[in-house]
């Protein structure tokens, strides 16, 4: 009976763990900015599908046009040039679209987004104003994340 116990206890811990592991806590932009492995401001190419054993991505080429920390070379690459991988079907991925100019803020791992702090490090620019967060002009968003990273 001890043993019965002790395992229901332990899935239902484990459970616990695990709802409470996909629980992201708000990030400021320089907690984002010191966690990021690369930021780049870049154009979202059309995405494909890529299957990766079980796993399926929806892969978006990028045209890095700036490049604010990090090595973009890093990132995981599709034909060639650096991508983000999405896990296909991931909820709460923001709208990601081809010709989306964005501020991103990457881990260089394939992980379900590649997206800072469960997607909080996506910033999009659309008519040169950044639709996210309390920093609107983009070349000040530059500055507040290489400040807070303290490195260009």
């Known amino acids: 009976m001890r043993a019965i ?27 984002q900015a010191k966690k990021a492995e690369v930021i780049v401001r870049a154009k979202l190419g059309t995405s494909v599908e890529v299957k990766d054993g079980a796993v399926t991505y929806l892969v978006y080429p990028l045209t890095v046009t700036e490049t604010i920390a990090g090595d973009p070379a890093q990132l995981p690459k599709q034909e060639g040039a650096p991508a983000l991988f999405v896990l296909k079907d991931l909820a709460d991925v923001p709208a990601l679209r081809p010709g989306l100019e964005v501020v991103a803020l990457l881990y260089t791992a394939r992980l379900d987004s590649p997206f800072v702090g469960f997607n909080q490090g996506f910033y999009p620019v659309t008519d040169g104003r950044v639709e996210a967060g309390t920093i609107t002009d983009p070349v000040k968003l530059r500055e507040a994340l290489v400040a807070a990273r303290g490195t260009p």
């Open 5 to 31: 116990l002790r395992t229901a206890l332990t899935g239902a811990a484990l459970l616990t763990s695990l709802a409470v592991a996909t629980t992201a806590p708000t990030l400021t932009l320089a907690q």
